[in-house]
């Protein structure tokens, strides 16, 4: 399977499948929507584990973002793939509380994206093929770097993560 491009379920809005795409081509064209899924995971002090994804990332390279962020395969529901890509990702299981479920749009792609939570004091292990770096913020962490705020456009920080923690916080 090696060298073996991706394949994913595209979506209508309601999360009904209407066909199957390389992802390349769902990376490039926004008027296919994907499934994916987010993880936020939380230490017992309230601190948010972010992951800086890798550099050879094809969208939002050397950026923080959620915890855990993938896509599902053909056929896998969101939780399931919430917890292999939790496990893939940061070596951790466990229960996941769903959180939302929304419609993520960008000039380049558009994902139809579940996001769940994770508590736990367990130190996640990143995988470097994967994640860059990663580690626990605190809310002040990301107030002053600019993640969240009035003026919430840290360059450091996806746009999609800036999303998802005015989701969090509201």
Known sequence: MAGREEIFETVDEEGRVTGKAPRSECHRN??????????FV???????????????????????????GGHLAPGESYEEGAAREMEEELGLAGDLRFLYRYLWRTNRESELVETYLFE????PVPDPGEIEEGRFFTVADLRTLGAIGDRAEGEDFTPNLREEISRLRA
């Open 42 to 68: 939380l230490d017992g002090a309230g601190r948010i584990y972010l992951q800086k994804r890798a550099g050879n990332k094809d969208i939002q390279p050397g950026r923080w973002d959620t915890s855990v």
């Open 30 to 39: 926004p008027g296919l929507i994907h499934r994916a899924v987010h993880v």
């Open 120 to 123: 736990t004091d367990l130190t």
